[in-house]
């Protein structure tokens, strides 16, 4: 008989990408004070950081087809996520439209149309929440083509749709005035199109996940050359304008973006067990990822004064630390209420050991009952 059995690389894929996330953000904070004097190397980081949200997004899908692409999705797996999911869309676009009343001031008028923007174009890093949505809306089509069509044609099919969708937007013409070009672009990383590639990418190394950890680390010195030269040529074409898109949404990142995650998905399966600090991250990093903007703005808000003497880059690490240790220590707080679920997201479950009888073969994989196969759930 089967035993329960984990897919423990997905638990530093998650704590990793969280990282990133919060990098990213704590060097733009540093950025956009010493945008002159640290500019350069400074945005080239925060650009290569912004694959984080991507792979982030593309756990969700990885889980669904790892635990469904057999099976099928159960009733009301959708309603069940609008449930968790949206509560905290919603609560934390009140929350940060707060934030910007305080900081910026803003009067009646201005507040209400922050609090539109982050509810109606998720004009604020809650909008992932909204992707994830959508991709567990799109599993059950998408479960039947991959039983109809090889995984080649899906992918061609995505990678056509992704890409011209990201390039028309980077490409294409824009809005003249400020505001309306940010709502213009903010409204584009929303549909499902934009982000395909990576639902399909997540869906079919899920699907196949026995052969996703032998490839994944047999391979990763060879996955891991060529996302440093994809890297490259990201950076490359950003520093000679080529696309001075500074965001996630470049056609460059379709391709990075699924070679980090097989790069750290193979590097975590070469360990048997969950570090600690790895394990505590990825329980909490929903709620780290809604919560970590307010730290670092405060944390920035506050230290100014004395960061105008420390480096860049010490600043950029305090920043990172409050961010990180500050949105954990919210998070558990927040949980134990009642209704903690419903403002910060859903935790993750804790690691289990793999069985001592080996990793199942994908046959395995395949005629193990629902619930036999553990993922951690969370988006």
Known sequence: MLKRVEVLEIYSVRAIACLMVVALHSIEAVLNIRASTEGGLGYDIALLLKTGTPIFVMISAFVLAVSYSSSGAPRGLLRKRLEVLLPPFVVFGFFYTFLDWYIYELNLVEASWELAKNLFFADFHG??????IQFVALFPMYRRLANRYSAVALLAASALISVVWVSFFNFGPMPSDEENMRLYVRSSWIPFPGWLLYFAVAYHLGAAVRSTQDMARKYTVLVATTALIVGAALVGAYELGLNDVHSSKRPE?????PLVFVIVFGLAGRAKTVPTLVAWLSKYSFGIYLMHFFWIAVAEKTLRPVAEHLPAWIFAMILFLVG??????SVQIIQRLPFGKYI???VGRSPRRMTDEGAPSEKDYRRARLGDIRV????
Not at 127 to 132: D, E, R, S
Not at 324 to 329: E, Q
């Open 324 to 329: 990180v240790s500050f949105s954990a220590v």
């Open 127 to 132: 909008y992932f929440i909204l992707i994830v």
């Open 253 to 257: 990142m379709l391709l990075l973006v």
């Open 376 to 379: 951690s759930d969370s988006p």
């Open 344 to 346: 910060v997201g859903p």
